[in-house]
């Protein structure tokens, strides 16, 4: 075949020769660019493959942890997981078509469950705890979310609800909770003063019982009042004690590790005094470090008090049955001296140990600070309920004018009983007492008035009884008035009454005067 001599010119083939290696380089750049493509698609793909097989991987856990439920846009079920059917114990086929209220609890109120409809319906995502109930009955409780799911377009399409099951943590809230208020009911209405400090020393939290036993309220975390909320601490000793040195400081600071049954004596900011027992622990943090501390303290005011008076009362009894004894040998002697035979000293005798005894009694109802005037009268005239009649005010006397005064009395009823108007069955005793005047001026008055009995005379001879009546009276009450008239003895006190009551007020020693031997004792010695 001829070639052309246009083709063959150097010129045309030059450019032929051009033309074809440039189309050599465009093949190879193509060849290049389809096994890029095709290394980017493989890696696309391998992307996408890892990419679905995680997503599935997060599903399938997702699904073995959650409960899922996938609802239309009308809340009917389309989609349950096995955790869903497990819990609520309905097959997947009784499940599916329905809506949520097949385990609707009725827990929750209407409002509850519009305002979930509310949120979604508007594409928001709605998060919340549910009461649920199962086929069975049972109660569950579920931690829920559910979240709208849109088309390509945006548009709502689909609803999905992820649950976890949280009902063992709701029994165990509840439980907590029940445990809580247990412990504040106890805290607060227990006997026991309870507070405690953190670290600093600052107080955290108290009761009512620690209010009223510091006698204020102390702000809480005040640095101002660190390790207690009392006004001021003493010692049992009666040294103050700073706060920095007090029982709960000594265990927050480590330097002693608790402390138990501790007296400590708390001075409120009115003045008053109150003894309390506290007990510390210390509170530790998991490394051991010690994080705060809690004081229970209650009150032994009252004990203490018991403790001085039962103290107190002993020597008083082990002062007064000395004395006793005496005044029983003094009057024993007295008795069966003179000229009385056996029989009579014996029954004398006996009759004036047993008012002595009665004035003891009288004394135990006023717990030894005194015997009251009408106690004293109804001991010694029980018998004669018909002709003694007896009326006054309550008169407390204190016990060594009581003691004179039971013996008075039992001189007055013996003497009457033998020789005045209690020897006849018309006859009759008045008796009365009363306090005239106030405060130091007050007088104490006492009137033994005998009517209808026989004419009496002042006796010939002096004796026990004589003396008792007009000596020993007089050393308490003063010189007593007696009159001999016609229609019966009158015998009469008067004496100043700061001097015969037991003091209100005064310490039991005061009142008692356990220094001064028996007045009947003087008299009869």
Known sequence: MQVPETVQSPENLLAMNEALMLGSLRQHELTEFAEREITA????????????????????????????????????????????????????????????????????????IRGIW?????????????????????????DTTITPIRNEHGKVVKYMA??????????????????????????????????????????????????????????VGDTGERFCGSFKLFRPDGSFMPREQCPMAE??????????????????????????????????NERGEITGAINCFYDITERKEAEQRQHFLMSELAHRSKNLLAVISSIASRSLSGTRSLTEAREVLTHRIQALARSQSALLIGGFEGAPIAEIIRLEFEGFSDQ?????????????????????????????????????????????????????????????????????????????????IERAAAQDFGPPKIRFASDGLCYEIDAPLPAVVAAAGQPLEEKTGTTKVDNVLEVID
């Open 162 to 219: 992820v649950r976890f099951d949280i009902t063992e943590r709701k029994r165990a809230e509840a439980v907590l909770r029940e445990s809580e208020e247990r412990f504040h009911t106890l805290f607060e209405l227990g006997p026991v003063a309870v507070y405690s400090c953190d670290a600093s020393g600052l107080v955290q939290n108290f009761n009512h019982r620690a209010i009223e036993l510091w006698g204020r309220e102390p702000a």
């Open 41 to 112: 698609r493989k890696l696309v793909e391998e992307t996408l493959a890892k990419t679905i097989a995680e997503l599935a991987g997060i599903q399938s856990a997702i699904s073995e942890a959650a409960i899922i439920a996938i609802t239309d846009v009308t809340g009917r079920i389309e989609h349950v997981n096995d955790n869903f059917v497990r819990i609520s114990k309905y097959s997947r086929e009784e499940l599916i078509g329905q809506d949520h209220r097949i385990v609707n609890s009725g827990f929750h109120p209407k409002e509850f």
């Open 251 to 284: 265990v927050i600071s480590g330097k002693i590790s608790e402390v138990r049954d501790a007296e400590v004596l708390i001075e409120r900011s009115d003045g008053s005094t109150v003894s309390v027992v506290v007990n510390i622990r210390p509170l530790k």
């Open 388 to 468: 003694v009649k007896s009326v006054g005010p309550d008169v407390l006397l204190n016990p060594r004018v009581a003691q004179t005064f039971a013996l008075v009395v039992h001189e007055l009823a013996t003497n009457a009983t033998k020789y005045g108007a209690l020897s006849l069955p018309d006859g009759q005793v008045a008796i009365h007492w009363s306090i005239e005047g106030t405060g130091a001026e007050a007088r104490f008055k006492f009137q033994w008035q005998e009517r209808n009995g026989p004419p009496v005379v002042p006796p010939i001879r002096q004796g026990f009884g004589h003396m008792v």
């Open 118 to 142: 509310v949120t979604v319906a508007n594409g928001k995502v709605w998060r919340n705890q549910i009461q649920n109930r199962a086929k069975d009955g049972s109660l569950y409780w579920v």
